[in-house]
């Protein structure tokens, strides 16, 4: 298979890029930095771009995949969290700059995609229950989220070849997670306190077990509706 994957320097986007290449899979990574374990496979090839420099992600990416003529497996994972607080208290240029990572790049490289390569199979943006949960506190991230959801669902019906979803992969204990657990104690942020709980336990699995749960249900997204926003919980 041709996977490509984006954020896979750390975190789900490392774990997936990893199980994909021990696969045997031709794994083309795009990100701000890539991964020395990643780095020694002969099957992965890697574009060190910062999806947010709407400037030069186009010309790029398209460089990059210049000899690509087909995709089965797209994986839209780079992602930022902003600072939990009250949504009140959270600047238009603080949305913003979370909506160009989580929003705009991701629709930017899709339209790339759907231009420079023949045959895409399926894509998938990585969402989070957040998107859905209104959950006080996570203020730009849960509007990017949403808007992610939409963005996807837009595209499935442009795109009925392709197959798209919006998947919230679950808790994952990664450098996301590092900043949530360090917070200070806030009853009005009551979802942190659930998390800062869950983490180092069977609840929040490390990234190369939730890829592997992930992988071994990537078909199974294709039972759903293209454009769908799916829990990989409630598979």
């Known amino acids: 298979m041709n996977v490509l994957i984006t954020g896979i320097s750390s975190g789900l986007g490392f774990g997936l890029a990893k199980h994909y290449l021990e696969n045997g899979d031709t794994v083309l990574g ?35 995949l210049k000899n690509v003529h087909h995709l089965d497996l797209v994986i839209l994972n780079a992602g930022i969290l902003s600072e939990i607080k009250d949504v009140k208290e959270t600047s238009i240029d603080e949305i913003q700059k979370v909506m160009n990572v989580n929003v705009w790049a991701n629709k930017m490289l899709i339209d790339i995609l759907t231009d420079e390569i023949g045959k895409i199979q399926q894509i998938i943006a990585i969402s989070s229950g957040a998107s859905v949960s209104g959950a006080r506190g996570w203020n730009a991230y849960s509007l990017s989220k949403a808007t992610l959801n939409m963005l996807i669902s837009l595209y499935a019906k442009e795109f009925p070849e392709i197959h798209f979803c919006a998947l919230a992969p679950g808790l994952i204990d ?12 806030n009853e009005n942020y009551p979802v942190v306190q659930r998390l800062k709980k869950a983490k180092g336990t069977e609840q929040m699995p490390g990234p190369e077990k939730a890829a592997e749960n992930i992988s071994k249900n990537i078909e199974r997204l294709k039972d759903y509706e293209s454009g769908s926003f799916i829990d990989i919980r409630t598979i």
């Open 30 to 64: 795009i990100g701000r930095n890539s991964n020395p374990e990643l780095d020694s496979f002969s099957n992965f090839q890697f574009l060190k771009q910062d999806i947010s420099d709407f400037v030069n992600l186009s010309q790029q990416v398209s460089v990059f």
């Open 174 to 185: 990664s450098k996301m997670q590092d900043y949530i657990y360090d917070l200070p104690e």
